[in-house]
């Protein structure tokens, strides 16, 4: 019976909104070796429960980590439904992704946390000096698996306003989140203006906001020292009576941070495993790729990534194709996310009749408006390119979904990284073009759209990096069809040349002259060299084929050559101003000029 009970409460999961509920607290009781022996007396109870309360409960450290990323995913929320307000007033704005800094408050002690969405599923969390990096599947409202270095618990957690009620493998946690004061409207009013900004230091009596009311304006201050944590309006938003206008968090908290009791080194330490180069690669392909798409990183974190990318190209040989096809991936969001806020015109619209053509990123603006798909006056280029972007947050449609929402709002949040992203960027062409003969045997045909479409999605913003994508391009794609095209026209050359040596006294000998008189490329490095080797009739057909290929632009006439103390010359004829002008030719080497210019 006590095992039935065991595992119907830890398969169970129970959240009692706005209050609490002892299935921790039985599952701890069942746990105990006494229930199994019979051991136990009237007293036996009240000693367990007094013990219990004499050391901190376990995973304390792993209940505040869930707790402060819920609160991070009620934030993202809030700022992404702000995000899609702005935007409906055509000036969107997101908070610039970097992480939230928050304070929680366990059993008489604070904590500063900083919290940052790295992935889909995989969060960081910087506290004491510490930064512990997590993976959260989410099973249902409430319901989570936390993964921490090789670690898997299961969480229940629920949020009522700044409190946080975590459990943590069957072990309740109470935390409370410090919110500081929230300034609230006094009244229906609209914002005029915010001379703060979030982080900002303030002092007491410091302007917060400036509200108009009946048409007068008030000034909103700060009723004591502290620093602004967030930002709920905008200027020019009607707001109601009571309605969050910012939040601002005293300096004393900082004071207690010291008196920590949660210890974060219980539960995280390292295994000490060195990662093979491939699993270094898979894992930085995919932190970069999470940069791209807009997640929370920093200037250090980004110099990071970009040193550890340098130290794979290091480690990994230069052809490793699953590096490449990662590089691609990387490459081809820049590109698809970069192209919807370009700021020229589709030419190919632009030049078509009645049609009022937008550059991309006016056509954006004006869908993050309203978000529909089926506004006329959205340019067809621009549906493709948002449907090429959405694809990377696998999101198939433009049909109106959460999906779509989140991916909107992380396209602009990866749009506002951008200058981030652009080292990363500039790094992996530069190693394209210095490794060009190694890399050129795996490059497929396709790979030449994408970076066309780098190309243009860069250019005018971001002028390096469309000149470094044309260059690529060019040395991987057009650069071997011209050399393939030289080379045959060479060997056509050549067949020429031969066809002139065994044949000088064919009838058609003039058909292979003017062949190579008409050849494209250049002849005469190809020609000169042959001169000291090639008998008499060879080098005056070679001179004459020079003569003729020198002055093409002219109507030659008259065209012969001669040999003159064995020197050969081509002589010709041609009009200039109204007047004939002679043309005398030779081929003579440097210890031969003299006589060659006396004969």
Known sequence: ALARLDRALSESAIVVRGGMHNRAFLLDLLSQPELDTG????????RLVQAKDSYPRKYADIALLQAAITSYEAELQVEQAQFFTSAARGRPKARSATGLTMNFHVSGHNYRLIVAQTGPQHYQVTTDGKTIALKIDRIGAFERRITCLGQRHRAISAMYGPNHL???????HHITREEGEIIRAPGPCVVVSIPITHGDHVEVG????????????????????GRVTQVYVTNNV?????????????????????EEHINFSSHFTETGRTQTPEEKRDQLLAALRNQMLGYDVNEAETKRLLAALHAIYHDLPVDDQQLQTGEDELLSIFADISVLFHREQDLAEEQAQDIQVHSPEHDMLTYLRSRDRRLQHLSTSFKQHLQYALTHYAVQNLDTSPDLENALFMIYKSHQNATLQRAIIIAILERRLSHINQLLPFFRQEQRKLFERLQFAARGRYPIISDLAREVRFSFFDEPLFEEARTRVYKEIDAHLLYLVEHQEASDQQEHVTALVDCPQPLQARLTSRFPEADETMRRLMLEVLTRRYYRI????????TAIDGQEFATALYNFAGAPTHVVAMFAQYTTLESAITA
Request: overall charge negative; glycine content about 4%.
């Open 39 to 46: 051991i136990v007396d009237v007293l036996w109870l009240d």
């Open 238 to 258: 009607q707001v109601d009576t009571g309605a969050p206008l910012l939040q601002l968090e005293p300096l004393s908290w900082q004071e207690t941070l010291s």
């Open 206 to 225: 410091a302007p917060l906001i400036v509200v108009e009311a009946m048409k007068m304006e008030m000034t909103i201050s700060a009723s004591f020292s």
């Open 166 to 172: 975590v459990e943590i493998d069957g072990i309740a």
């Open 554 to 561: 002219h109507q030659l006439r008259e065209i012969k050559t």
